[in-house]
């Protein structure tokens, strides 16, 4: 408690001091500093006065400017679960304003920014969940992913452990939009199936992870059609302090977990100066082959059992006997992150951020492929992902400034290259395939806020974006006994090089009332996007002409959003969205090459965008000291799906031939209706002073539309988690338990949900129990954490690996 109280009294010196310094700077203005009754300054903190001829909020520092003309008039502070207090600035001489808010004794939610343009929470009409750096370090996740799925209403699928593919409200892959500090992760190849590009975000250097669940595309364009996972690293911090030069410190860890024979290592330095701040972060960890859980039903005792595995010995392939049933083998990998931020303060209006991340993995074993059996043998001796890598590039550009036309303005200029590759091998073959796809991907995007406070509040979003994405794919065939290489090999996607560029611009507008019990929410984004591909003539298939003159698709698509914020009574808020979504076909919609059993996948140039018409409303009850019960219901009608069928070329046929060959063609096209409901719970109990209760509950159904009334695939069973958490000075206590309902086979949704790894019944219910622990002492914590305590085998709904048996955790954290 001693080193927190130093560290807060720190902090509130260190505004001061900044405080000053700006007064002097700006001699013709009053500075204020808002800050909570613990010290620490708070952001967004309304103030007006009373004609709203000025009003603004506190900037990261919990600092405001008054200028002269309005120093002798009376203005109001207003904070969410704080006091509301005015203050007479004619009676303060002072250039140097400092101020406390009080909590109140009832806090209706948690207030935190949110998204690529840092809106608060409670602006939003969708369900959100925001993550903090604190609680992700707390239970040490081995990746983001697993942080989503223990901290946010998010399922998460996993074909092998180093992936993870986030599941929301039954929309997954390609249906949800990933996003790292503003810039879309989302590509042209992004898949209908599972992916697993969410791993190579580092959780170690995370501030922040926000899920806003439901439609998003006015925000973010095409993708968010279930939901946005927007991963937001920490900033460098500058030095505000007169008698140093430089504000240096940093954090470190090194952590072990036994299921996996996990090493990982983890630094990061912050050193801030007057103008300048810089942020390195590197994490590296090794993960071995992940071992299951023991305990079995009665009913399936040898499920997901890995009784033997494939080998390579004296050049042949070898079947080895598993000395332990229950570790995976295969699914160890590497991982290496690195990040480094430079920030440089213009003036104390504007500020540039360049922001560099390198993620690279070794290659990753796909398990659910090398555990498919063809006969008495295994279908596959490799297969494997090559290195998984991601680079990024950003140079962000904030200006605060009241203008006529705009509070905020944020431009994020970025350029991302990624590489994946895919590795196969059928057992006792020579042959060895190798894909390997490269995307290179341009993006800016350009948002502007405008508040006006009148009697009403209005406020004002607008912007617009672009995304420019191009695709090389190559492939070959290799002998691996004599080095043999053969080019003539089909790629994953068009040979000739493939490209999809999406341009968007959005307005919003948000209405007020005075007493901030009613607020309207309305906007419109219109959006254009155009995919093209091109094929080789040295192509391994003959192909109709026009496909060397290259196919293009262009289209657009009109999305809205409208919605109002009601707080009936000071414990009740409820929000009513109506909104749709879209989600523009990519390169692997239109371009990806599948020739198999006689069919040939072709473009199709009038694929159009999969749309939805979404409902929703979200109802929070305040029960009191920090107490809330919210309840989210929500229904989505998806239109014009893209599925495959049986197509023609534009001259009619429904065949082509290749020499003595003949094709049956198919196509994607827009075909597919369905409905997507559900519900989700979610409680917070203050049991006590220092003892919380917090638990959710997610129900999703979705059904294909049309007479066929089939399931829809993606569609998690009933899952949630119950956590109960325990703080006593230095010390943390966490018990958790995650939990899954049944999944009858005969509601899974097709092969996308992979009925092969589940037992006949379909996949199993399960409940696990795991425990944290750390202690503070200084500048260090020590953790321990108990994962699966009862060592339960449990296999989540769709995934081709089981998850993790009995597992300790140990770790060390420090800072300097």
Known sequence: MKAQHSRLTCQKLLCSIFCVLLSVALFSQKAVVVYDDKGATLVGVECYNGDFSFATTTDLEGNISIPLEFQNDEFTFKYLGFETISVDLSLIEKSLIELTLQPKNEILEEVVLI?????RSEDFLQKIDAVQSKEIASSNPQTSVDALARYADVYIQKSQMGGGSP?????????????????RMNNAIYRNGHLQNAITIDNAILDQMEVIYGPSSLMYGSDAL??????????????????QSANVFGNY?????????????HADVNI?????????SISYSDFGDLRMGANRTGEYPDFAKRPSYQ?????????????????????????????????YQINDQMNLTANLQYSASSDIPRYDQLVLLDGDQFEFAEWYYGPQKRGLASLKYKWTEERAWMDEFIVIASRQNIEESRITRGFNSDLRTTGIESVGVNALTIDISKKIRKKRTHMFYYGADANYNLVNSIAYEENINTGDRNDNV???YPSGGSSMNILGAYAQYVNESEDSTFVFHGGVRFSSYTTKVKYLESDPIQWPSFFYDGVTSTNSSVSWSAGMNWKPTQDWTIRFLAATAFRAPNVDDIGKLRVNNGNALVPNNSLGAERSINSEININRNLGRGSLVSGSFFYTRLSDAIVRQDFMLPDGSTTFSDGDKTYN?????????AELYGVSLNLKYRLMRGLDLTSSISYVKGEILGGINEPLAHIPPVYGKTQLKYSWTAWNFTLLSQYNGMKPVELYGGSSDNPEYATPEGALPWTIFNLYTDYSIGSYTFQLGIENILDKQYTPFASGVSGSGFNVIAAVRGKF
């Open 253 to 265: 860890y090194a952590r072990y977990g036994s299921a996996s024979n996990e090493k990982s290592v």
């Open 272 to 280: 801030g100066l007057r103008k300048w701040g810089s942020l390195t």
């Open 115 to 119: 998204g690529r343009n840092d809106i």
């Open 226 to 243: 279930g939901g946005v996972v927007h991963f937001r690293t920490k900033e460098p911090m500058l030095n505000l302090r007169k008698d």
């Open 167 to 183: 599941v929301i409200r039954g929309f997954e892959a390609n249906k949800v939009l990933l996003v790292v500090d503003g810039v």
């Open 311 to 343: 080998s390579r010995s004296n050049n042949e392939d070898v079947i080895v006997q598993n000395e332990n049933e229950n570790v995976q083998v295969g699914t160890g990998y590497k991982q290496f992150d690195f990040l480094q931020k430079i920030r």
């Open 665 to 673: 063609v198919e196509g994607n096209v827009n075909a597919e209706n």
């Open 490 to 492: 089909f790629t994953r």
